[in-house]
Nanobody, 123 residues
Framework: QVQLVESGGGVVEAGESLRLSCAAS????????VAWFREDPGKEREFVAA????????YYANSVKGRFTISRDNVKNAAYLQMSSLKPEDTALYYC????????????????WGQGTQVTVSS
């Protein structure tokens, strides 16, 4: 029933840009904060960016500040991550997630998760 579906991943060169999309269905999207997390094989999932339910507040990991921009469209039930000046260390499987309440930064706050989309940045 509840679904979050990521898309837009791919292979790019360092310094290039990429835009990820997250399509939501099966719940009242506008009531939930949305975040992007990422992980490499065998590593812990880490916070990347989050946006409040209305879109009025955005939050970023220090490693992506100034390079990534999170946004949402509550009419389309979608969220986005615009990734610029990509670095090889940005290579990861990227997930979108939705939370009713809690800490924007905490993995455990998010109830719903997508399947992930792979981003690979070559040097």
């Amino acid at each position: 029933q509840v679904q979050l579906v990521e898309s837009g991943g791919g292979v790019v060169e360092a310094g290039e840009s990429l835009r990820l999309s997250c399509a939501a269905s099966g719940f009242t999207f506008s009531h939930y904060a949305v975040a992007w997390f990422r992980e490499d094989p065998g590593k812990e999932r880490e916070f990347v960016a989050a946006i409040s339910a209305t879109g009025g507040g955005t939050y970023y990991a220090n490693s992506v500040k100034g390079r990534f921009t999170i946004s949402r469209d509550n009419v389309k039930n979608a969220a986005y991550l615009q990734m610029s000046s990509l670095k090889p260390e940005d290579t990861a499987l990227y997930y979108c997630a939705a939370a009713w309440r809690g800490s924007y930064y905490a993995l455990g706050s998010y109830e719903y998760w997508g399947q992930g989309t792979q981003v690979t940045v070559s040097s």
